[in-house]
């Protein structure tokens, strides 16, 4: 498509500025750019920026193919560091991280700073677009309210909406360009205006009739999937304790063609979502004294995933006569899910960790993930052909397209992905 350049009486030199580069980021802006929009890409990160240009960053093929036509497209797709650039753009997309701390509380660090810099580079006229997960009530609360007191009113000054991100890093089959879009805007015109930037690079978009609706459409989401995950592995363990394969069962109850959807257990979850977004809402609800016991429940188990892949490896070990403290193990797969290099909130860090606590020796090999940082400093993957040197292998992620047929050699195996179904002597959780 080519290049829509903006009016001649148009103040903005850019159709979109997208203020922060990473797994969200950076593919939105590639999306928009393909979509005819002239997009300056914003980052924090000097390093980011370079790896970004130096094409040496985790993207779907579609995007880096994608990556590598914008760098050429000249100032049609400009990378920059300087926060005062968001003032050059008719629509501002904010794409910063919302992680979660030590203490399960929300970290709001980066979105708040992101926020304030936006805020104070705005000029009338603008768009200003939240995407990244938070909770009830933070548009207004980083946006709007900071924009009054600027003397810019949403709505008439300048333009506010909330559309959640919906990004599934690694999975060709969810790129952006199928996907729907949830907007709530402060008044309908900032719905429209924000509608109009994203049609272009989502199958439709939905709205709502708030920014707080879809503020919680995207913890709904998410609160979603990490309860019916919770139910899955409680129900692999069930089915274990009655000798049952708990994917078989799964796959027969998704022959139904209404009222259920498949999930599958595992050894945790990972990832940007999944184990943070529902403790936004959780940390909301506690402030207003709000009771949510199946959520709180749910989340608890989450936690806890990994560590009973610890507790079902020891007795997996048991079993043949050898104790984790004196055992060298191999995990496979340090990442969050297949096909990804990020080990963002990776069960299979903690697990390490555990085991290592436990004093066994650990190595792992994963092709996509060079090293990880865990507690006793930085490890590096091993290349694994052989299971005879390790007392047992703990498969944690399946990469598509890798070689794991040496895993049938393997004396003791826990299959924390329950896909390994020719292996009949391994062990599940």
Known sequence: MPIQRPARDSPFRYDVAVVGLGYVGLPTALALQAAGQRVVGMEISAERVGAIREGSVDLLSSDRSRLFEALEAGDAFRLTTDPAESATA???LICVPTPIDHHLAPDLHALRAACRSVVEQAVPGQTLVLTSTTYVGCTRDFLVEPLRARGLEAGKDIFVAFAPERIDPGNERHVQKRVPRVVGGVTPECVRRTTELLEGCASYVHPVSSVEAAEMTKLYENTFRAVNISMANEF??????????????IDAAATKPYGFMPFYPGPGVGGHCIPCD????????????ISSPL?????????ARPGRVVQRLVEVLAANGKA???AKILVVGVAYKPGVADVRESPALEIIDRMREAGASVSYTDDLVD????RGGRMHSVRATDASEWDAVLVHTLHPGVDHTW???????????YRLTDIGHRSVL
């Open 278 to 289: 529902p403790h936004y809402l959780l940390w909301q609800l506690r402030g207003d004294r």
């Open 407 to 417: 895993l049938d050699n393997t004396p003791v195996l826990l299959d924390a992905t």
């Open 371 to 374: 090293s990880i940082l865990v």
């Open 236 to 249: 692999a363990d069930i089915s274990r304790g009655m000798g049952l394969d708990i994917t078989e069962v």
């Open 295 to 303: 959520i709180e429940t749910a989340m608890t188990q989450v936690a």
């Open 324 to 326: 984790l403290g004196n």
């Open 90 to 92: 008719r629509v501002v």
